[in-house]
């Protein structure tokens, strides 16, 4: 309750109620009051401004809108928005109320007025700004690349300075500010640092005090890096090759040469292209560019020639024995040439530098030997590439021969003239006695009859050697006499020779003519021994030897399969009878009825043993030939050594080899005697050497008590089908054999075995036999005496190998024969041996 006093002079009063609380409705009651007297009292309402609305501030915005908030005035549910000189009343009782504003211009400040109402009273109002979001940027340029950046162009937004710039840079989130200066209308910004090769997601955004726009989403690519290793691998007249290295995932090239482009697409790890359609020793400029999403990386250059043409032709002016002099035209004016040629086997190669303002080349080769066919390779060179070279012959002049001389012929009336075999490449030889000339070939023997002459005379005599028509050597000139005794004694002579020998015809037909009937059977008797075949003697076996081994052993061959029929026409009857099949080891090598080795069969037992007589230098039955025992005929063998009275074995082989057994094991594991059907055998000795073992056997009978000694020589380094390393241990060996046949004397026969008795086993008796012909006769029949013993045996040296290695053995043989002391060291007595046949054989 107030009391108002108002002024006395004033026609109003004013009064102001306070402190009030803001938007309240009050009911007054103003009451009149008189000399101490109320009046009824006058009843009004009237109402507090509200507060104005706190927190009023932007929580969101774009190009067109912005949405603001503010807190609730204590129950109040409108509120005046002024904007623009508009006003938008906002109805809410929301504790935050929140209102969007739009059909706004975007990058735009706006200011807004918030009033709270209360019965129609508005509070004092806030104030608020806030701005729109910018727009994107229209477009972005990239204006330049290369491998570490990119440049980009703009046009500013409404003149808004502000721009970020976002992208990922290997992995990582790159945010950059772009202040753009005030006064330009666009933006240039170089991105930087960047990774060559790489395409970039850019988002662009423009910001308007400290709003951002949407962003404006592009791409842009960093150029590619460079190829390396940009280089010529290979090239020829019309092309070539280029290879580099591939630039990280990039699988296209562009090649720039003679201003076009050739477009190159591979994704090797090295790239190699090949320029064809170019022009023969020219020099090229080839610029490379990698593309990445069309985008050329700067590009590398390389220079790089065509191989030069070939010379058109070469030609041999002029030539003698120790030169040739070459000629060509030059290629496109090309000074460097390379010849190659081979001399005496050595390859030469020449440099030759023409002179440069000659058209045309003359060069000369030099030194040469006389009458060579050179084969000449002429190579053109440009920028140190070659071509692929012009190929010519060339002869130089032959040289005459080296000597010469004549001999008396034909009692002077002819001369017989001999000469040596010129040297090198020759034609004829050309022989001039008194301008008469006689031309002898190549193919010839050296030597000519002039006849026509005049005994007791000298001529002179020239001779040249000619290849082709041109090629002349320089004449070798000589005297030559002729006979000059014939002049009287010749025609004498011959008239009395023909007397005598009419003489004598005339005796021999009138009282002996039983020496004409003998002459007969001579001839038909020489033509039996014929029959054995030629012998080689030891200065031709060389040659021999040569001529079966050309072409891949051809004359081997030749002669081995000649031996495959002989003999085996022959009856093997007893070896194929039931019982004794069992005995043979090989089903296919089976001994011949009529030399088969027969035991004897007074216990009731078979008579058959794989065994044959074989032939030896001196007689039929001087070898046999056995197959190695089986255990089932192991007693049957020793029962041979005894009746055969055999002194030595030879065995060729081991008793297993490769897994597989050979030959059963027919003498005692050690010195306990061991009992092989009636015979007891001993090992008295054994001795081992590196290739064979000796060993001596007492062999004692059970019945008699008889005692006999045998030598075992087992040679242990022999592969089976095969031949030995090298034919001087077998040769070795063999002098061993031989001395013990020599010394227990040769009565009788030394058996020899390997496994199937045939292959090692011919070929060790073979080369016994041959040893001992070469020693005594100066020469052999190699295949005579295979031939022989294939009568005796089947498959007696058994394979080609076998064969050859017995020529190899006598090539050795004479060989080692020739230089005796290279054996020294190895075995004393064989030298002595040696010795001794090397002096035989003289
Ligand atoms: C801006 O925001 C308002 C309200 O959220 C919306 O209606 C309008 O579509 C938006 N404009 C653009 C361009 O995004
Ligand atoms: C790439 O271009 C920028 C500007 O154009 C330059 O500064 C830079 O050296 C260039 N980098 C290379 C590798 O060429
Ligand atoms: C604008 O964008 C940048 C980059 O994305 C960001 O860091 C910043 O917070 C943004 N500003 C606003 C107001 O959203
Ligand atoms: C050059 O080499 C190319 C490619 O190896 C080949 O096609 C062309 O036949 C060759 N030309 C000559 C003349 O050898
Ligand atoms: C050219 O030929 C010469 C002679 O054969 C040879 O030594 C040289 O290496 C060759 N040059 C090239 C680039 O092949
Ligand atoms: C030229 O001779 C060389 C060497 O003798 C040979 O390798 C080459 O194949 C020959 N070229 C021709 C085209 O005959």
């Not at 502000?162 to 209308?185: S, T």
Request: aromatic fraction near 10%; glycine fraction near 6%.
């Amino acid at each position: 309750v107030e009391n108002i006093g108002a002024p006395p002079l004033d026609a109003s009063v004013e009064y102001e109620v306070y402190p009030l609380t803001a938007g309240t409705k009050y009911n007054f009651t103003l009451i009149t009051v008189f000399e101490g007297v109320n009046s009824t009292g006058y009843n009004f309402t009237a109402v507090t401004a509200p507060r104005n609305a706190e927190d009023f501030k932007t929580v969101g915005q774009n190009e067109t809108s912005i949405t603001l908030q503010w807190k609730q005035v204590n129950n109040i549910d409108r509120y005046i928005l002024v904007v623009n000189e508009e006003e938008i009343t906002v109805t809410s009782s929301e504790e935050f109320v929140t209102h969007t504003v739009s059909g706004l211009t975007s990058g735009t400040r706006y200011k807004f007025r918030l009033f709270t109402v209360f019965e129609n009273v508005t509070s004092s109002g806030v104030n608020h700004t806030a701005v729109t979001a910018p727009d994107n940027v229209g477009e972005v340029k990239v204006v330049n690349q290369n491998e570490t950046s990119i440049t980009l162009k703009w046009d500013k937004v409404k003149d808004i300075s502000v721009y970020i710039l976002q992208y990922d840079e290997n992995g990582k989130p790159r945010v950059e500010n772009i202040g753009a200066p005030p006064l330009d209308a666009s933006v240039e910004y170089e991105v930087y640092p960047l990774t060559a090769g790489t395409k970039y997601n850019f988002t662009l955004i423009t910001v308007f005090e400290g709003v951002n726009s949407t962003g404006y989403n592009f791409t842009a690519v960093t150029a590619p890096r460079n190829a390396e290793d940009f280089k010529t691998v290979g090239q020829n007249e019309t092309s070539i090759t280029l290879q580099w290295k591939q630039v990280n995932n990039i699988d296209r090239y562009i090649l720039v040469v003679n201003e076009e482009e050739i477009t190159v697409t591979s994704s090797e790890e090295f790239v190699t292209h090949t320029v064809s359609g170019l022009t023969s020793g020219t020099r090229y400029e080839f610029r490379l560019f990698t593309v990445f999403e069309n985008v050329t990386s700067s590009g590398v250059n390389h220079t790089a020639v065509t191989a030069p043409d070939n010379v058109g032709e070469v030609k041999v002016v002029n030539q003698n024995e120790t030169s040739i002099t070459l000629k060509w035209d030059k290629v496109k004016d090309i000074s460097v040439y390379i010849l190659q040629y081979d001399e005496n086997g050595k390859p030469r190669v020449e440099n030759i530098d023409a002179l440069p303002l000659d058209a045309s080349v003359e060069y000369e080769v030099y030194p040469l030997t006389a009458g060579t066919k050179y084969n000449f390779t002429l190579i053109t060179v440009f920028e140190g590439v070659n071509s692929t070279g012009y190929n010519f012959t060339a002869v130089t002049v032959p040289s005459p021969p080296s000597s010469a001389h004549c001999e008396y012929y034909a009692a002077g009336y002819s001369a017989y003239v001999f000469w040596n075999k010129p040297d090198g490449v020759w034609t004829t030889v050309e022989v001039n006695v008194i301008g008469k000339y006689y031309e002898v070939d190549d193919s010839e023997e050296q030597n000519i009859i002039i006849q026509g002459l005049q005994p007791a005379r000298s001529y002179q005599v020239s001779l040249n050697s000619v290849s082709g028509h041109e090629r002349r050597s320089n004449s070798i000139v000589f005297q030559c006499s002729t006979d000059p005794r014939g002049v009287i004694a010749g025609s004498v002579i011959a008239v009395l020779l023909f007397c005598v020998l009419v003489c004598l015809a005339v005796f021999i037909f009138l009282k002996r003519p039983d020496i004409i009937s003998r002459k007969k059977s001579f001839i038909s008797g020489s033509k039996r021994t014929k029959r054995k075949g030629k012998l080689i003697t030891a200065t031709q076996f060389a040659d021999h030897f040569n001529k079966l081994n050309v072409d891949d052993n051809r004359g081997f061959s030749e002669e081995y399969e000649d031996l495959a029929p002989i003999g085996t026409n022959q009856t093997q009857k007893a070896a194929d009878l039931p019982d004794n099949q069992v005995r043979n080891r090989f089903k296919n090598v089976l001994p011949y009825d009529w030399c088969r080795v027969k035991l004897s069969t007074s216990n009731g037992t078979s008579d058959y043993i794989n065994a044959s007589y074989m032939p030896g230098y001196n007689s039929n039955r001087e070898y046999i030939a056995s197959q190695g025992p089986l255990p089932s005929t192991v007693s049957d063998f020793w029962r041979m050594i005894w009746e055969q009275r055999v002194k030595g074995i030879v065995m060729v082989t081991n008793c297993t080899e490769g897994g597989k057994i050979k030959c059963e094991r027919y003498w005692p594991a050690d010195s306990k005697p061991c009992l092989y059907g009636e015979l007891l055998v001993t090992i008295r000795s054994e001795e081992q050497n590196l290739n064979w073992t000796m060993r001596e056997f007492s062999v004692k009978h059970r019945n008699t008590s008889e005692e006999r000694s045998v030598k075992h020589f087992h040679f242990t380094a022999w592969p089976d089908h095969g031949v030995p390393e090298g034919s001087e241990i077998l040769i070795q060996f063999r002098g061993l054999v031989r001395r013990h046949i020599e010394k227990e004397g040769a009565r009788a026969p030394t058996v020899v075995h390997c496994s199937a008795g045939v292959g090692r086993t011919g070929t060790i008796i073979a080369l016994d036999v041959l040893l001992q012909q070469l020693e005594k006769e100066r020469a052999v029949g190699i295949k005579e005496f295979v031939h022989k013993m294939r009568l005796n045996r089947p498959h007696m040296v058994q394979t080609e190998s076998q064969y050859v290695f017995l020529h190899q053995c006598i090539m050795d043989a004479l060989h080692s024969n020739q230089k005796p002391e290279e054996n020294i060291y190895e075995n004393a007595d064989l030298i002595y041996e040696n010795a001794t046949a090397l002096r035989e054989l003289r």
